[in-house]
């Protein structure tokens, strides 16, 4: 047994309890990121506070009773109470008739005035705000983010490395030369049995898991605000949901319950579900409507597009597969959303996604038979299916997204789905239009889950627009609209509108992949002269039918004149126009001026070089991108077009993209890239070269990639 070197010995113990203690840190680390949040917020409504009196006269000063000389201090120039909280306490006295106590009074109505203001506010961040309250608290909630998920990662190890590293250290009996040499042969041995494990843990699965899950934790408490802020354009849901969250902010109950009954409202706020397999952050009433949804069992959800009906959905779905695991969900759609709803459920939860869809029905509904999960399939499907499920299955769940498709009750695809009545346990149908404008169709959906309700309101329907009418079918119907729930407005959210491609769309795909010809195959989805054959298409056409459901504008964007020319054909009258390259200068604003006079629902196409940069279009509140920009700055100018000052409406930007193509590689690499681009959008020169991103190398490797995926097919 040779010499140990007991300096090193000891640097390896140091470092092990290092490890361990670093690694509880993480695991209990949470309450002190959440009082940061709090102490974040709390500062960013100071601010706003403090701001807000920039709009109080200081003729509020005469009725705080204090004697203070109100004509005094507006003959000195302040007219507001901001103009007092800017000046200097010498400022203040050097004005006739302010002395010490005036003063001290005035600032003591200042506090209160911003307390009072900092209770009625809501916390807003912003994309464009560049200050260190709104960035401290947007780099505390991408901190906690991140630590989130190294902490979900870590459950259950901290136990198992504290009793390894107790019981390693404890048999490294000696620890020092001296003692080696007067110590026995076992107390050697035990001594060099443990270093040797603990060397074997560093090298182990199980060590390396846990050093990486510590630096990873490191890295994220020291998230930055170029990181931060990119990933908050992204996900700015998940951060105020986060913070309502943290905070421990509700909103108040009728915004919340709308026209519920007091009772039903609180047995329905009372329930518990088990949300833990929810991958993500709900808001406040977003929680109250996956409570309502599995309380009421068969239910109409008609959140106003743009607050997170999807993510309600799967939230029930989960709490249900919690307490009946391998439990059955159906989700019925349009064809346009399949992949959608296949791609959301994956990213929120961890239930089994099958497609029962095309080729692969047959094998994806037996697995889905067999080992539950969530099956999503399209209303043309639903002739294919209905004999294998009516009377052979149960389904926990059945839900129907634009539930609007079955309001036609002679129609085959309602009759399909009516069939399932009896073999659902529980029906959600759900749709953003607004359905008290609507009486019949409304009567036509409860038909199916509430036919008591359908007949009180056919009888009721002179009553459509009066809160009554809301409250009496409050047991099956859920509305809420952006400005009851979402007190921050106008945030931006951005959603990847996933289109399977036609056929027509992949046989001039795979014919310009054959002829090498990048810049076309850009412009899948519309490459075709009729557009009816277009999945992109008949997405846009939805998303913009939506829109003037809902009484919104939309901005269309592509890089390409020709898509623009297609596009603005295709959708006809609603679309009040176009502007392009060859569109002159003078002439854009006034295209714009025309948008903004037009009707809701209307649209205006824009090439995007042109529409992109330099106009404000507050008029319209949704932005859809025909296929991804090559640069990210493309994309963010024509963003802010729309969601800049001025703006009164939350911002959805829909990016329509055709999986397995060009538009799905552009992604992945723009995305690996825009952490990095937005660290250094300010500075010019490392901006312009971050954004040289698709050069003809990485072109030369997509395309050879592209070939190997598509040409054998058509060899075949």
């Not at 943290?246 to 088990?274: F, H, R």
């Not at 692969?360 to 399939?377: C, P, R, Y």
């Not at 491609?501 to 519309?526: S, W």
């Not at 990016?655 to 300010?682: G, P, R, W």
Request: with cysteine; glycine share 6%; proline share 3%.
């Amino acid at each position: 047994m040779g010499k140990l070197d007991f300096k090193k010995v000891n640097q390896l113990v140091k470092a092990l309890e290092t490890l361990d203690a670093s690694f509880g840190y993480l695991m209990t680390d949470q309450s002190r990121q959440e009082k940061a949040i709090q102490e974040a917020g709390r500062k960013v409504l100071a601010k706003s506070a403090k701001e807000s009196l920039s709009r109080i006269s200081i003729e509020e000063l005469k009725n705080s009773k204090a004697g203070i000389r109100v004509s005094a201090l507006q003959e000195a120039g302040y007219a507001t109470l901001a103009d007092l909280d800017q000046a200097a306490d010498w400022e203040l006295q050097s004005v006739e008739g302010i002395g010490e106590k005036q003063m001290e009074s005035i600032r003591n109505i200042l506090v209160e005035f911003g307390n009072h203001m900092a209770e009625h506010l809501s916390v807003r961040m912003s994309v464009e705000e560049k200050s260190v309250e709104n960035d401290a608290l947007i780099c505390a909630l991408a901190a906690y983010r991140k630590g989130e998920q190294v902490r979900a990662d870590a459950e259950g190890l901290q136990q198992e490395l504290h009793e390894f590293v107790a019981q390693a250290i404890s048999r490294l009996i000696i620890r020092s030369r001296i003692r080696w040499v007067f110590s026995g042969k076992k107390a050697k041995e035990t001594t060099a049995m443990a270093l040797e494990d603990i060397l074997d843990f560093y090298h182990s699965p199980f060590g390396e898991r846990v050093t990486r899950l510590v630096a990873l934790y490191e890295d994220a408490i020291q998230t930055g605000i170029g990181e931060a802020m990119a990933d908050f354009r992204r996900n700015s849901a998940d951060y105020y949901a986060l913070l309502e969250r943290c905070t421990g902010s509700k909103l108040a109950s009728p915004l919340v319950y709308s026209s519920i009954p007091a009772q039903l409202a609180a047995e329905i706020d009372a329930l518990e579900p088990d949300l833990t397999a929810l991958k993500g952050n709900l808001r406040g009433y977003q929680t109250f409507g996956v409570k309502y949804i599995l309380h009421q069992k068969n239910v109409l959800l008609g959140d106003e597009m743009g607050l997170g009906k999807t993510i309600q959905a799967i939230g029930a779905m989960t709490a249900i597969n919690q307490e009946t695991p391998d439990a059955h969900f159906l989700v019925v759609c349009p064809a346009s959303v399949l992949i959608n709803w296949c791609r959301e459920i994956r990213k929120f939860s961890s239930l089994g996604v099958c497609l029962l869809h095309g080729a692969g029905l047959d094998g994806s509904f037996l697995k889905w038979q067999q080992e539950g999960g969530a099956a999503v399939t399209n209303y043309e499907t639903m002739g294919k299916l209905i004999d294998r499920i009516n009377d052979h299955m149960k389904i926990d769940m059945l839900v129907i997204d634009e539930a609007h498709y079955i309001k036609n009750p002679d129609a085959k695809r309602t009759r399909y789905i009516r069939t399932l009545d009896n073999e659902s346990d529980r029906i959600l149908m759900m749709t953003g239009t607004p359905l008290e404008n609507r009486v019949e169709e409304m009567c036509a959906l409860l038909d199916f889950v509430r036919p008591d309700l359908a007949d009180q309101a056919r009888k009721a329907a002179y009553m459509s627009q009066i809160p009554q009418f809301r409250e009496m079918l409050s047991p099956v119907y859920l509305r809420r609209q952006r400005e009851q729930v979402l007190e921050e407005l106008p945030p931006i959210e951005e959603k990847r509108q996933w289109c399977a491609m036609t056929e027509t769309d992949r046989e001039l795909y795979v014919q310009n992949l054959a002829e090498g010809n990048f810049a076309t195959m850009r412009r899948v989805g519309f490459l075709q002269e009729d557009l009816r054959q277009s999945s992109k298409a008949l997405r846009l056409e939805e998303l913009c039918k939506e829109a003037m459901d809902e009484g919104r504008k939309v901005l269309v964007y592509s890089f390409f004149r020709e898509t623009v020319r297609k596009v603005s054909e295709f959708l006809g009258e609603l679309c009040i126009g176009t502007i392009t390259g060859n569109t002159p200068i003078a002439d854009r604003q006034a295209w714009i001026d025309r948008f903004a006079e037009a009707p809701e629902g209307s649209v205006l196409v824009c090439q995007i070089q042109a529409g992109g940069t330099g106009l404000n279009i507050q008029s319209a509140s949704i932005v859809i991108f025909c296929e991804p920009q090559i640069k990210p700055s493309l994309t963010n100018q024509a963003i802010s077009r729309v969601y800049r000052m001025g703006q009164v409406r939350n911002v959805l930007v829909h990016h329509l993209l055709c999986e397995d193509t060009v538009d799905e590689a552009m992604i992945h690499l723009l995305e690996s890239k825009q952490a990095e681009f937005d660290s250094y959008a300010d500075e010019s020169t490392m901006a312009e070269a971050t954004e040289n991103l698709i050069d003809r190398e990485w072109i030369q490797a997509f395309l050879e990639e592209e070939n190997r995926k598509y040409l054998p097919m058509v060899i075949e």
